[in-house]
């Protein structure tokens, strides 16, 4: 690896944090207000607790939120969100769902009013949840195409096996059986305010962008459904699974490794031990399997967070003829990180590219509305920002070694191929017991 020349780290353990307020109503909401005035806008999240939905409907749902109120219909909610600047959509993950949005400044008070209008007056006309429905069944059908959606669909059930994170994508013919009623039973039993964190960032005042929020939904109550996700079960090494895919010109490498949540002391050095094997451009597995071999062209590595738990991922597409190499080089690599400690340059790289980040996603006020918002939904707030700064800022050799020989270990890793078996199987069952499986 070639030597580089490295800027003198910026102490960043005095991170300066915006003006904020938050207050819980009594609903049961939180309203996190954080003032960051670059711009005359405003940027709204809002999460609601949603895990354990029936994944049909909770997923239509989330694409049809904005389909209607009992005095709006869809277009005309957009008309109205135009005339102040701004626009709402709606999303969902394993635990929540997530309502994301922004206006201008001066048009928060009437994009909360129609927050609140969808919020505790939906329709979902029968026409309106059609189109939607379709729309979704369409994407579903173009994801289920796709080779990287395939390959994480069966990573997923291969690490959680019976737990609801196992499947997180419904069929196609079940999203075809929701109807209208069944919507809006979900909404009512499900999107209320108990356990929501409504997060806003802009060129505002906090607290009377709490009052607004507080004025327009204080009409939302009503209890939380207690549906807690059980954690998840530890991962358990075993054969590669290897999905069939004949004909395919390339292969789908995953793996999952253990993880621990961003609490953990040991958080800041796992994700540091990570950045040096595979998280950034300059990282080891990078180097070897993009820049040296020219085996794939973007392969990454990332720790994913769930409320009931973390897992560290890695994902390649690599040319058929090279799939077994590639897996190689990638337990090559996993094997000298959690054996041998990094250098102490490739060390203050890597801490220099996670601080440097770090303050990237919370420099414009979308990054850090999805950062408060990200972060309030673990139960955590802004100074976590300012704990893990520190953290990464003083974590030493020691912590990142002893961090990657526990959780990077080549043998603790889950892994899943998607490729052409006829042509792929019997490299990888060179370097491994290799099994059938299914996406």
């Known amino acids: 690896m070639t030597s580089k020349t490295l800027p003198d780290l910026v102490p960043d353990a005095k991170l300066k944090l915006p003006k904020q307020a938050e207050r819980t109503l009594p609903g049961g909401l939180t309203v996190i207000a954080i003032r960051r005035s670059a711009v005359p806008l405003v940027e709204l999240r809002l999460r ?126 079940q999203v075809r059986g929701v109807r209208p009623a069944q919507l809006r039973t979900l909404h009512a039993e499900r999107l209320r305010p108990e356990g929501a964190v409504l997060v806003l960032v802009g060129d505002i005042n906090p607290d009377k962008a709490i009052d607004a929020a507080e004025k327009a939904l204080g009409s939302w109550t009503g209890p939380g459904k207690d549906e807690t996700t059980p954690a998840t079960p530890p991962l358990e090494s075993g054969p590669l699974i290897l999905v069939d895919r004949p004909g395919s010109v390339q292969s789908s490498l995953r793996m999952a490794l253990p993880a621990v949540p961003r609490t953990d002391p040991r958080y800041a050095a796992l994700q540091l031990a990570n950045m040096v094997f595979g998280g950034y451009f300059s990282s ?52 000298r990180i959690a054996s041998l400690p990094p250098g102490e340059e490739e060390l203050e790289q890597a801490r220099r590219y996670a601080l440097g980040t770090l303050r990237l996603g919370m420099s414009t006020q979308a990054g850090l509305a999805g950062l408060a918002s990200m972060y309030a939904s673990f139960g ?3 100074e976590h920002l300012r704990e893990h700064s520190a953290a990464l800022a003083t974590a030493t050799l020691d912590d990142v070694s002893a961090a990657a020989a526990e959780f990077l270990a080549p043998s603790r890793a889950i892994t899943v191929v998607l490729g052409d078996a006829e042509r792929v199987e019997a490299p990888l069952a060179a370097l491994t017991p290799v099994v059938r499986g299914t996406a």
């Not at 939607?132 to 579903?140: A, G, Q």
């Not at 597995?285 to 820049?291: D, H, K, L, M």
């Open 48 to 173: 609601v607790p949603f895990g354990k939905a029936p994944l049909p409907r909770a997923t239509l749902l989330s694409q049809a939120l904005f389909t209607g109120t009992g005095t709006m219909s869809s277009v005309d909610i957009a008309a109205e969100l135009q005339t102040v600047g701004g626009g709402l959509s709606a999303g969902l993950d394993p635990d929540r769902l997530l309502v994301t949005g922004n206006a201008l400044a001066s048009g928060l008070d009437r994009m909360l009013e129609i927050l609140a209008a969808v919020l505790t007056d939906p329709a979902y006309p029968k026409a309106e949840v059609a189109t939607e429905r379709d729309r979704l069944v369409d994407h579903i059908n173009v994801a289920l195409s796709q080779p990287a959606h395939l390959a994480r669909t069966a990573l997923l059930k291969r690490m959680y096996g019976k737990h609801p994170y196992a499947i997180q994508t419904p069929e196609p013919e």
């Open 380 to 382: 955590l707030r802004l």
């Open 284 to 335: 080891r597995w990078v180097e070897n399997i993009r820049e040296d071999k020219g085996y794939t062209y973007g392969p990454h590595t990332a720790i994913e967070h769930y409320l009931a738990g973390s897992a560290l991922m890695v994902a390649a597409e690599v040319a058929t003829e090279v799939t077994g190499p590639s897996l190689l080089e990638t337990l090559y690599e996993l094997g």
